[in-house]
């Protein structure tokens, strides 16, 4: 029995986006899931045509899991220079941790240009080249297709940050990394909005806890693996009011919450925090992963009850 299929076409982008700026940037602002996929980050777009300066940046927004800035700058067309010089002034303009360079495709020279930065920059700030396709089989809708074809050496800025702050192996990140594989995929099943990553390299990974600044954290310390809400803020004084408001109703988020957690200021620091410390002291315990999940996932739960039952943001929030 012979199967009928169809044939994969190509659209020309400027048919389904016939202006940049009217079409295109509009219709990403809208359906940012699909860029966010990409790219495994939780990234929520804000604004279009953010001016920086004397000029307009085409996206605005965050990582929704960190709070830190996410910039956009897309064309309907080959890389060119212009936008080059555009990404970098923009960057200057809002010290982003994310820079995403949308286009049609990419010049062996811009793809360089990328690689350039990622390597010379900090393994805080990525840079990522996107290329949009349009597809469409027969006579279907067209559908969007994004190509990621030039991106950060994570490992090599990981290998980095680990041997000026610890000292710890690829080996060991090679553990995280299985761990979260296997945690985050059963937290997605079950609570779909908290995250969209797959994994980590990092002793730590954040779910999206519905407040720019307010995440909620799991990470392994010395003494376990801990289950958090994290305070962050550009400016301390902000985390540390939006602790000090929620220590305030500390009574209630106990008794919603069923345990006492260790309530952290941490002073000195940008970030503060109220822990849950689990019973659970080794990542290498594979046996015990599926447990690990269980009590990450509850406690997540736990911790998101308990700040909607004493007000939630308007409870805790202070701008």
């Given at each position: 029995?012979?199967?009928?299929?169809g044939?994969?076409?190509?659209?020309?982008?400027?048919?389904?986006?016939?202006?940049?700026?009217?079409?295109?940037?509009?219709?990403?602002?809208?359906?940012?899931?699909?860029?966010?996929?990409?790219?495994?980050?939780?990234?929520?777009?804000?604004?279009?045509?953010?001016?920086?300066?004397?000029?307009?940046?085409?996206?605005?927004?965050r990582?929704?899991?960190?709070?830190?800035?996410?910039?956009?700058?897309?064309?309907?067309?080959?890389?060119?220079?212009?936008?080059?010089?555009?990404?970098?002034?923009?960057?200057?303009?809002?010290?982003?941790?994310?820079?995403?360079?949308?286009?049609?495709?990419?010049r062996e020279?811009?793809?360089?240009?990328i690689?350039?930065?990622?390597?010379?920059?900090?393994?805080?700030?990525?840079?990522?080249?996107?290329?949009?396709?349009?597809?469409?089989?027969?006579d279907?809708?067209?559908?969007?297709?994004?190509?990621?074809?030039?991106?950060?050496?994570?490992?090599?800025?990981?290998?980095k940050?680990?041997?000026?702050?610890?000292?710890?192996?690829?080996?060991?990140?090679?553990?995280?990394?299985?761990?979260?594989?296997?945690?985050?995929?059963?937290m997605?099943?079950?609570?779909?909005?908290?995250?969209?990553?797959?994994?980590?390299?990092?002793?730590?990974?954040?779910?999206?806890?519905?407040?720019?600044g307010?995440?909620?954290?799991?990470?392994?310390?010395?003494?376990?693996?801990?289950?958090q809400?994290?305070?962050?803020?550009?400016?301390?004084?902000?985390?540390?009011?939006?602790?000090?408001?929620?220590?305030?109703r500390?009574?209630?988020?106990?008794?919603?919450?069923?345990?006492?957690?260790?309530?952290?200021?941490?002073?000195?620091?940008?970030?503060?925090?109220?822990?849950?410390?689990?019973?659970?002291?080794?990542?290498n315990?594979?046996?015990?992963?599926?447990?690990?999940?269980?009590?990450?996932?509850?406690?997540?739960?736990?911790?998101?009850?308990?700040?909607?039952?004493?007000?939630?943001?308007?409870?805790?929030?202070?701008?």
């Open positions: 029995m012979t199967t009928s299929l044939r994969l076409a190509v659209v020309p982008a400027r048919e389904v986006w016939p202006h940049e700026a009217l079409d295109f940037t509009p219709w990403l602002l809208r359906n940012v899931d699909v860029l966010s996929d990409l790219l495994g980050m939780d990234l929520v777009l804000e604004a279009a045509e953010h001016p920086v300066g004397g000029f307009s940046l085409d996206l605005i927004g990582d929704e899991a960190t709070g830190e800035v996410v910039i956009v700058e897309n064309q309907l067309e080959t890389s060119d220079h212009t936008h080059l010089g555009q990404i970098i002034t923009y960057a200057a303009g809002t010290d982003p941790t994310t820079i995403v360079w949308v286009a049609t495709g990419f020279e811009h793809r360089a240009a690689d350039w930065l990622n390597q010379r920059t900090d393994e805080n700030t990525r840079v990522f080249g996107v290329v949009i396709h349009v597809v469409r089989i027969g279907s809708e067209p559908a969007p297709n994004f190509e990621l074809v030039a991106q950060p050496n994570d490992w090599n800025k990981t290998v940050a680990a041997t000026r702050q610890s000292g710890e192996t690829s080996e060991r990140e090679a553990t995280y990394r299985e761990f979260w594989n296997f945690v985050l995929p059963r997605r099943a079950q609570h779909p909005s908290w995250t969209r990553r797959n994994t980590s390299k990092q002793s730590f990974c954040d779910t999206i806890f519905g407040v720019p307010i995440v909620g954290s799991m990470v392994w310390t010395r003494e376990g693996l801990v289950s809400i994290y305070f962050l803020a550009t400016d301390p004084a902000l985390a540390t009011a939006r602790f000090e408001a929620l220590y305030e500390r009574a209630a988020f106990e008794a919603a919450l069923g345990a006492a957690p260790a309530w952290e200021p941490m002073e000195g620091k940008k970030a503060t925090r109220i822990a849950m410390l689990s019973p659970y002291t080794d990542v315990d594979r046996e015990r992963w599926p447990e690990i999940a269980d009590w990450l996932i509850d406690s997540q739960a736990r911790l998101r009850q308990a700040f909607a039952a004493v007000g939630g943001v308007d409870g805790v929030v202070a701008e």
